[in-house]
């Protein structure tokens, strides 16, 4: 389903994370249950509006059949009866109802419109606030693509249900009736043949808008992928450059562009049939009409003032069908997008707090922070192999540790389990003696800061971003963090400072200067605990020296969870876990594990074989 190619591994973490019971979506529900829940939850509120739209809505329905009616006096009066006084009331009358229809009409339309984009706009902070909310396993099913087109397209078809759908079925329902009132009123035998011919008419509208909702709900999905190629595309840009991948990622989305044209063409089809089909069908009834009134005339039974009124009202009535026969499908495709929307604003997190939740309690630094880890174990897919196993570890209060270990073998899977991301399978983490599961979720992550392997930066501000750490902080207290984080001096020279706006993935920063911000976000934090997933990416040796100056101000009293990937980094460490596979090999300090010689002695030689080769081929570099 994506642009690009994917390793099978990746496919079959794919197949394996949509296993039932990992989604908690609603169960479909009926038509009713939407409609009844779009009244209760949103519309409801509106109430006042909507009973003035529906007010205006019957007027404007009463004032059609005023106008077909008043063909009858005018005939009888003007031609018949060539009475001149009714020759400038019949005019004034018609220019009065066509007025007052013009105006009910207008607020009708205006204030459902008003409610409508409400309404969206309601549903929309509903979807954002329950999605951002899922936990991290459940975010990560989502595509962003997909789920901004569930955003933008799936709103616009309930905006359309409620505007024209909902009311519009309203109004030419009433108009449809007060018409063939004024019809009946006039001949009733005229009338029926009018209606004889509604099933024929129901019966093409009802073919022509089943293949529309089909053809629409595939258009739907195309458009979702669509948008999901998109947005690939551009974050992966850098990899598409490098691979000279354009003329492929092109080709991969003129084939979805395609699909979804073909889709949308069949839907265009269908709707631009709905009107002239039901012309015909009224075509039909208008010279079945003609005939039949023709022979009453001729009989004597009919006279002209009421066959003008008659088909004054039958030609008015053509709109309302011909509307209603476009809105069946508005409405059934408006509902179907408000079922897809609730299902997704009921999706509930796999991790929230308990019942009995209590805020977490630690203790002030130095003393408090202290971590347990007691034989946890802990799989992400029920099938895979363990990420961790049996893992016990010891993190006292106001310590430094580190986490060592060959690629994959648990070490980001530890920080996931202690932020609770996700829950542990076995076992139990406790912070100052308080398992992580019974304490809320906020104040188990409030007292928790995080430096991520790849800073994120949102595309605000700089003195927005650093104040992510803590939303209350003053101008002062960011760039005293700044200036802890050895970030003040690269920030104050940009053009606008700390107000300067850093581009989409924060593009426009060095590597260095990105995470020197990320501490600063951490410094301003200020939580007993920091976790430190250390980059890989190698920084030049002026910016490294910056960034672990950084590092050894922020780590300064706070209980450290360190993963390095260079060993150089952690010789100071109180205690160093090596991990494998999951498991743990052995602990100690670093003199301690060199000394056994066991994994950690083996990594390290490594590391130092690596720096020296570095520094070799530097030195014959500055010599060349
Ligand atoms: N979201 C996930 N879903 C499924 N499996 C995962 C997920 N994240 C990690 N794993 C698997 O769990 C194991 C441990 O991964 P983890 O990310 O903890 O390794 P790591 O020690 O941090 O490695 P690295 O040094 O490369 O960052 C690996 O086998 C990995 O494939
Ligand atoms: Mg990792």
Redesign the pocket.
Known sequence: MSTYPRTSDQAA?ETA?RLPGTRKRAAASNDFAIIRRLLRDYMGRRWNRLAVAAACMLTTAGMSGVLAWLLDPATRELFLDNNARMLLIIPLAIVGVVALRAATAFGEQYILNNVAERVVADVQRDMFSSQIRLD??TL?EIHSGELVSKFLYDATLLRGAITRGVAGLGKEFVTLVVLAAVMIYEDWQLALISVILLPLAAWVTQRLSRSLRKSSTRGMEETGTLSRALSEALAGRRIVKAYSLEAYAAGAAESRIAQRLKFILRAARARAAAVPSTDLVGGLAAAATVAFAGYQHLHGHLAINQFFAFTGAMLLAQQPVRTLSQLWTISTEGLSAANRIFALIDTKPGISDRGDARPLVVGPAPDGGSIRLENVSFT??EE??A??NQISLDIPAGRKVA?V????????????LLLRFYDLDEGTIRIDGQDIRAVTLESLRANIALVT?EPFLFDETIADNIALGRRDASREEIVAAARAAAADGFISELPRGYDSRIGEGGLRLSGGQRQRIAIARAMLRNAPILLL?EA?SALDAESERQVRDALARLTQGRTTVV?A?RLSTVLDADRIYV?D??QLAEWGTHAELVARGGLYARLYRHDLAEDTGNEAARTTAARG
Not at 405 to 416: D, H, L, M, Q, R
């Open positions: 973490a994370l991290i396993a990560n992400y897919r895979g192999a990420a961790l986490l270990g060959p690629s994959g073998a648990g070490k980001s899977t530890i920080f996931n392997q997933d890989t993963i990937h991990l596979q999951g």
